[in-house]
């Protein structure tokens, strides 16, 4: 038996003109002349040596042969059609190596990665804590989401979001500590999330009060660690509006002042581009940014007037004076529009 093949636009034209019993719409659906569409027909027929349509009649009618023909030729291109436009979708398995900032990967990150995994459970992904701009020209990295200035040349950068800085406060601490004005902080430890005090520096002068005393300061270097510091009540951090909000909205933290300032650097993804273009890194960018939309949360509000109640019921705030600066008026809800629980309170 041959194993030699028929051409394959004659082939293309047969199917055409039998699914669409018409050799002028097999012409118009191939973009070629009626009488192209005919003469691929007879030479695919003296191909095989056989008639494939019978002549006649306004309506293409197939032979036996031809009837015998077609269904194994749909079937070829229907397998062509379905191989090529999987070949044009993003892949959706493999290995990633992302390095990325320890406070973002530990609270927004990996709280999301089952949305990941159910969507491309064929990706598997390698996270590492770090926010080193060297590491995005790493051969062993694939993706980068930095906090920085976005100023890594040589490199693809694409702005994933800007922050808002805000202290940030455990509960238990603030009730048997309160914080009625910003000249409380004295009596508070201050947490550092950056080397240098930069960012605690840029709030007190938002809030008027560059020259207040301060008390204890402790310097954790990273986010993340001045973050799980305030939630075990050591100290006041500053936290932001991407990494705080799930803490603040569960009630795990409180935001005890209504003042925010932008953060010196933004949140920025970042690779090498020779790896930009693989589909599979487009895939891991590409739901970074939407679910960072999805999930997308108004700044928090001043919520600790809620939560800080002293003796007969009064919050301990209720008469105290406002930050340097800042209108006094109604406590205003938290992140989730609802009073804080009642079951947070000692």
Not at 158 to 178: D, E, G, M, Q, V
Not at 313 to 325: D, H, M, Q, V, Y
Request: proline share 8%; with cysteine; aromatic share 6%.
């Amino acid at each position: 038996m041959s194993s030699r093949l028929p051409p394959l636009n004659p082939l293309r034209a047969f199917e055409a003109a039998a699914r669409r019993g018409s050799v002028s719409a097999a012409a118009r659906e191939l973009s070629v002349t009626h009488g192209a569409i005919s003469h691929q027909i007879r030479a695919l027929e003296d191909s095989l040596g056989a008639a494939l349509f019978e002549r006649g009649g306004k309506r293409l009618k197939l032979t036996s042969q031809g009837a015998l023909l077609l269904p194994a030729v749909t079937e070829a291109f229907g397998g062509i059609a379905a191989a090529t436009a999987l070949m044009k979708r993003p892949a959706t398995t493999g290995s990633l190596t992302i390095t990325c900032v320890p406070a973002l990967l530990s609270l927004w990150i990996i709280p999301r990665l089952n949305r990941f995994t159910d969507r491309y459970p064929g990706i598997k992904l390698t996270l590492i804590p770090a926010n080193d701009p060297s590491q995005v020209f790493s051969g062993d990295v694939d993706v980068s989401i930095l906090y920085g200035d976005g100023n890594w040349p040589d490199c693809w950068t694409r702005l994933w979001s800007h922050l808002r800085l805000f202290p940030i406060a455990s509960p238990t601490l603030l009730n048997s500590r309160p914080l009625r004005s910003v000249r409380d902080l004295v009596d508070h430890t201050l947490l550092h999330g950056d080397r240098d005090g930069r960012e605690w520096n840029t709030w007190f002068a938002a809030a008027n009060a560059v020259h207040l005393p301060r008390g204890p300061q402790h310097f954790l270097s990273d986010a993340r660690l001045s973050t799980e510091a305030a939630l075990h009540g050591q100290g006041i951090a500053l936290g932001d509006t991407i990494t705080a909000a799930s803490l603040i909205a569960r009630g795990e933290i409180v935001v005890p002042f209504d003042l925010s300032v932008p953060a010196n650097d933004a949140f920025y993804v970042a690779c090498r581009q020779d790896v930009r273009a693989a589909p599979i890194v487009k895939v891991f960018i590409d739901w970074l940014f939407t679910s960072l939309e999805e999930d997308s949360l108004p700044e928090p509000q001043i919520s600790a007037r809620m939560l800080l109640r002293g003796r007969g019921g009064r919050t301990t705030a209720e008469n105290s004076s406002p930050l340097p600066g800042l209108p006094d008026g109604e406590p205003s809800q938290s992140w989730t529009d609802e009073p804080a629980s009642d079951a947070a309170l000692p």
